[in-house]
């Protein structure tokens, strides 16, 4: 019957969504393993979470012309302290020794551990995030085990630190500088050797953050990748196994991702950027990592689509809003945070969004459920004509009689075939983007990260008690049960009996967020099929009809 028929189309949507999620999370091919690099001999090892050669200087910084200068004096420095820049939303720590990025906490946001998120993949990687690279292992090992002396800077009413070493031969200088009100950050170095400049490039990896067993477990969950956007404007996404062969790019911004947070690096006058990429890999796990030659713009943060179109740096093309989508799910996304911002509570807001979103489609799924029913109402008589013809070959002169019956039915009925199939076909096709919609902005939003729905403690991860996908699966059944029962096959009848089942097994390791959606939109399509039975119970002389 016909409405099984939209239940089976409306499922199979969620499966078009999940299938296309993991299509698109897995559009690289799955390379073999690159063998893990070894470390050349001579270079001093920390204790490093990763293993990995310093990485070989780019065709940009080969490129560059050493230019002589006189030498510096050297600078003398005490023991190793801790340098840090605190800003509304970040806080950032330095070790004096090379310069190194401790730390990167992301204020807003909190792990498991209610902590502020970290985008630093902690331990001691050598190169770590922000390290300098010249291509020379035995350089950069000095410039990572120099004592630096810091200095507090002010730009342009912005902060920022300076950090200056020098032995008498090698010469050092590295700023970080606030830009966009501590938003982004200017990144700068300068190395010389015996008074000839050495050209430099700063390093991002390996990764980005410390993802969480919860998170690593997460259905359709991905290690961090590289992002890019090319001299074309595309979008352009590699995970480590896109990077067996070390990848040379030129794109206006370039960066380390992984689901909901990113450092992007870019030109502050939006010129091109040539930039390396390739992979590492430590036991089964693969990294990625980056150098790009300085001076670079460095936004490092969440994907969130406004906060990031207000740098005016063009770094919000990075958030996979999708192309023909965006225009749907950018408003989405502030909508949710609109109605979170008077309940104070995303949980409640998704529901509540939900079933707003479903009234204000209620009169295009009013209409298909009503064309449905009338379809189905002459199913037997179609059935039965179509039982009479089966025998005849596609080819038969005689099917042309089949197809005139069929048209009689129809027209005794007081069924027109082109405004029928169009009242019924229209409103489902202009509903579908915003399911779609829908759901790919509740898999994106970092808004989620860490937000809290009474059993569940973050909206990002799997529901701890699988509660919200059992929900979905029994709301399924209660829709199947709500609709008049059609005469159909067994092996139809078993397929839909499965189909609960299936899905909620599909379900349960995915974003508690997405289910919460799925169990609430199974609510409100319920409710809708049960008023439309309600006001046309004409149309549906077996079910029950009651409000």
């Given at each position: 019957?016909?409405?099984?028929?939209?239940?089976?189309?409306?499922?199979?949507?969620?499966?078009?969504?999940?299938?296309?999620?993991?299509?698109?999370?897995?559009?690289y091919?799955?390379?073999?393993?690159?063998?893990?690099?070894?470390?050349?001999?001579?270079?001093?090892?920390?204790?490093?979470?990763?293993?990995?050669?310093?990485?070989?200087?780019?065709?940009?910084?080969?490129?560059?012309?050493?230019?002589?200068?006189?030498?510096?004096?050297?600078?003398?420095?005490?023991?190793?302290?801790?340098?840090?820049?605190?800003?509304?939303d970040?806080?950032?720590?330095?070790?004096s020794?090379g310069?190194?990025?401790?730390?990167?906490?992301?204020?807003?946001?909190k792990?498991?551990?209610?902590?502020?998120?970290?985008?630093?993949?902690?331990?001691?990687?050598?190169?770590?995030?922000?390290?300098?690279?010249?291509?020379?292992?035995?350089?950069?090992?000095?410039?990572?085990?120099?004592?630096?002396?810091?200095?507090?800077?002010?730009?342009?009413?912005?902060?920022?630190?300076?950090?200056?070493?020098?032995?008498?031969t090698l010469?050092?200088?590295?700023?970080?500088?606030?830009?966009?009100?501590?938003?982004?950050?200017?990144?700068?170095?300068?190395?010389?050797?015996?008074?000839?400049?050495?050209?430099?490039?700063?390093?991002?990896?390996?990764?980005?953050g410390?993802?969480?067993?919860?998170?690593?477990?997460?259905?359709?969950?991905?290690?961090?990748?590289?992002?890019?956007?090319?001299?074309?404007?595309?979008?352009?996404?590699?995970?480590?196994?896109?990077?067996?062969?070390?990848?040379?790019?030129?794109?206006r911004l370039?960066?380390?991702?992984?689901?909901?947070?990113?450092?992007?690096?870019?030109?502050e006058?939006?010129?091109?950027?040539?930039?390396?990429?390739?992979?590492?890999?430590?036991?089964?796990e693969?990294?990625?990592?980056?150098?790009v030659?300085?001076?670079?713009?460095?936004?490092?943060?969440?994907?969130?689509?406004?906060?990031?179109q207000?740098?005016?740096?063009?770094?919000?093309?990075?958030?996979?809003?999708?192309?023909?989508?965006?225009?749907?799910?950018?408003?989405?996304?502030?909508?949710?945070?609109?109605?979170?911002?008077?309940?104070?509570?995303?949980?409640v807001?998704?529901?509540?969004?939900?079933?707003?979103?479903?009234?204000?489609?209620?009169?295009?799924?009013?209409?298909?459920?009503?064309?449905?029913?009338?379809?189905?109402?002459?199913?037997?008589?179609?059935?039965?004509?179509?039982?009479?013809?089966?025998?005849l070959?596609?080819?038969?002169?005689?099917?042309?009689?089949?197809?005139q019956?069929?048209?009689?039915?129809?027209?005794?009925?007081?069924?027109d075939?082109?405004?029928?199939?169009?009242?019924?076909?229209?409103?489902?096709?202009?509903?579908?983007?915003?399911?779609?919609?829908?759901?790919?902005?509740?898999d994106?939003s970092?808004?989620?990260?860490?937000?809290?729905?009474?059993?569940?403690?973050?909206?990002?991860?799997?529901?701890?008690l699988?509660?919200?996908p059992?929900?979905s699966?029994?709301?399924?059944?209660?829709?199947?049960?709500?609709?008049?029962?059609?005469?159909?096959?067994?092996?139809q009848?078993?397929?839909?009996?499965?189909?609960?089942?299936?899905?909620?097994?599909?379900?349960?390791?995915?974003?508690?967020g997405?289910?919460?959606?799925?169990?609430?939109s199974?609510?409100?399509?319920?409710?809708?099929?049960a008023?439309?039975?309600?006001?046309?119970p004409?149309?549906?002389?077996?079910?029950?009809?009651?409000?």
């Amino acid at each position: 019957m016909e409405e099984r028929r939209l239940i089976l189309a409306f499922a199979l949507s969620f499966a078009v969504l999940l299938g296309f999620r993991m299509w698109t999370n897995s559009r690289y091919p799955q390379l073999a393993e690159a063998p893990a690099q070894s470390t050349p001999a001579g270079s001093p090892r920390a204790s490093a979470s990763v293993s990995a050669t310093t990485p070989s200087a780019s065709p940009a910084m080969a490129a560059a012309t050493p230019t002589p200068e006189a030498p510096t004096a050297p600078i003398v420095m005490g023991e190793e302290h801790r340098v840090e820049l605190v800003f509304k939303d970040t806080e950032i720590a330095f070790s004096s020794r090379g310069a190194r990025l401790l730390s990167w906490k992301l204020l807003d946001y909190k792990d498991q551990r209610g902590k502020p998120v970290e985008a630093h993949p902690g331990g001691n990687p050598v190169p770590g995030p922000l390290d300098l690279v010249t291509g020379r292992p035995d350089l950069d090992a000095r410039i990572r085990e120099a004592q630096f002396r810091s200095a507090e800077t002010t730009v342009g009413g912005e902060k920022g630190t300076r950090f200056d070493f020098s032995d008498g031969t090698l010469e050092v200088t590295k700023t970080i500088e606030a830009i966009k009100g501590g938003r982004a950050f200017r990144i700068d170095a300068r190395v010389r050797e015996k008074g000839v400049v050495v050209p430099a490039q700063v390093y991002w990896g390996p990764g980005f953050g410390q993802p969480s067993e919860d998170e690593r477990s997460l259905r359709g969950y991905l290690p961090p990748e590289v992002v890019e956007i090319d001299e074309a404007g595309a979008e352009v996404r590699v995970p480590p196994s896109g990077l067996a062969a070390p990848r040379n790019m030129r794109a206006r911004l370039v960066g380390v991702e992984n689901k909901y947070f990113a450092a992007i690096m870019t030109r502050e006058n939006g010129a091109t950027i040539e930039a390396q990429a390739s992979a590492i890999v430590e036991g089964k796990e693969s990294h990625v990592q980056l150098l790009v030659p300085l001076p670079i713009a460095l936004t490092v943060g969440a994907k969130d689509y406004d906060r990031l179109q207000a740098l005016g740096m063009g770094v919000e093309k990075i958030v996979p809003v999708g192309s023909w989508l965006g225009p749907i799910v950018v408003p989405l996304t502030r909508a949710l945070r609109a109605v979170n911002a008077r309940v104070g509570n995303y949980g409640v807001a998704i529901i509540l969004l939900t079933i707003g979103i479903g009234i204000a489609l209620a009169p295009l799924r009013h209409y298909a459920i009503l064309s449905s029913a009338k379809m189905a109402k002459v199913g037997p008589q179609i059935r039965a004509v179509q039982e009479r013809y089966k025998r005849l070959s596609l080819t038969d002169p005689k099917r042309q009689l089949m197809q005139q019956e069929i048209a009689e039915v129809y027209e005794k009925n007081g069924i027109d075939m082109v405004r029928q199939t169009a009242a019924g076909c229209l409103p489902t096709l202009l509903t579908m983007p915003f399911l779609f919609a829908f759901y790919r902005m509740l898999d994106i939003s970092v808004d989620l990260k860490g937000a809290p729905f009474f059993w569940i403690p973050d909206l990002s991860l799997k529901d701890p008690l699988f509660i919200t996908p059992l929900l979905s699966g029994l709301s399924m059944i209660a829709m199947q049960r709500l609709m008049p029962a059609p005469a159909v096959d067994p092996a139809q009848q078993r397929m839909m009996m499965l189909m609960p089942i299936i899905f909620s097994g599909m379900f349960a390791w995915a974003p508690a967020g997405l289910n919460l959606y799925w169990f609430v939109s199974n609510l409100v399509a319920m409710a809708q099929q049960a008023l439309a039975m309600y006001f046309a119970p004409h149309l549906f002389p077996k079910a029950k009809a009651t409000p």
